[in-house]
């Protein structure tokens, strides 16, 4: 069983930035964050393999997001600059069952609470 707690969320300015951390209580995998706006689907935003090496970003937040991971600590984290209006939603850290990074919400097992992120337009 893996436990995730996000941190960092909160409101700013379009423009500016903000970063997330997702601590992972247990062994973690491949990690991954995803976001979800009131009646829609869960979206993928960004993924890391379990040694961090390899990453994959959703196309509308490329160039500006970066996922990292401290394996040490148990934590990812997602760097967000040049905030936008339209990335103002609740964001979810999840851990899936396998190493390799993946997009895909059912190949995650485990989710975090979400943390919101607000960028007033």
């Known amino acids: 069983q893996v436990q995730l707690v996000e941190s960092g969320g909160g409101l700013v300015q379009a423009g500016g930035s903000l970063r997330l951390s997702c601590a992972a209580s247990?062994?973690?995998?491949?990690m991954g964050w995803f976001r979800q706006a009131p009646g829609k689907e869960r979206e993928f935003v960004a993924a890391?393999?379990?040694?961090?090496?390899?990453?994959d970003y959703a196309d509308s937040v490329k160039g500006r997001f970066t996922i990292s991971r401290d394996n040490a600590k148990n934590t990812i984290y997602l760097q967000m600059n040049n905030l936008k209006a339209e990335d103002t939603t609740v964001y979810y850290c999840?851990?899936?069952?396998?190493?390799?990074?993946?997009?895909?919400?059912?190949?995650?097992?485990?989710w975090g609470q979400g943390t919101q992120v607000t960028v007033p337009s």
């Open positions: 247990g062994r973690s995998y491949a």
């Open positions: 890391i393999s379990w040694s961090g090496s390899v990453t």
């Open positions: 999840a851990a899936s069952t396998g190493l390799r990074v993946t997009t895909l919400v059912n190949e995650y097992a485990y």
